[in-house]
């Protein structure tokens, strides 16, 4: 399974930015995915999750309200990010777990997840 993060790069504070990641490799597969972000000099956290369905959605405190998770077909999963801040500066990787989530079971440990995508890079300028 890989994992292909894109959409990163440079937008002012109050813009917006999509963040897409496509999962290939899948062989009738089932995966519940999420993002995560790395800001310079901090350990990577967690942003948002998404279930199998779409149906079900999960959000960090510092994002609800600004962002949103989707997936428009099984293996691909965007992260809308509207009203940016320069605190939302990081590198933003996408993850995927095999399997799907109980309600109101959201998967937001970095252990939890054990497919990832490279980094895409999104620096939000003052």
């Known amino acids: 399974v890989q994992l292909q993060a894109s959409g990163g790069g440079l937008v002012q504070a109050g813009g917006s930015m999509r963040l897409s990641c496509h999962l290939s490799?899948?062989?009738?597969?089932?995966?519940?995915m999420g993002w995560f972000r790395q800001a310079p000099g901090k350990e990577r956290e967690f942003v948002a999750t998404?279930?199998?369905?779409?149906?079900?959605t999960y959000y960090t405190d510092s994002v609800k309200g600004r962002f949103s998770i989707r997936r428009d077909n099984a293996y691909t999963m965007y992260l809308q990010m509207n009203r940016l801040k320069p605190e939302d500066t990081a590198d933003y990787y996408c993850?995927?777990?095999?399997?799907?989530?109980?309600?109101?079971?959201?998967?937001?440990?970095?252990?939890?997840?054990?497919?990832w995508g490279q980094g895409t890079l999104v620096t939000v300028s003052s």
């Open positions: 993850a995927a777990a095999q399997g799907d989530t109980e309600e109101g079971v959201y998967l937001t440990e970095e252990s939890e997840y054990y497919n």
């Open positions: 998404i279930s199998w369905s779409g149906g079900r």
């Open positions: 490799g899948h062989t009738f597969g089932i995966y519940t």
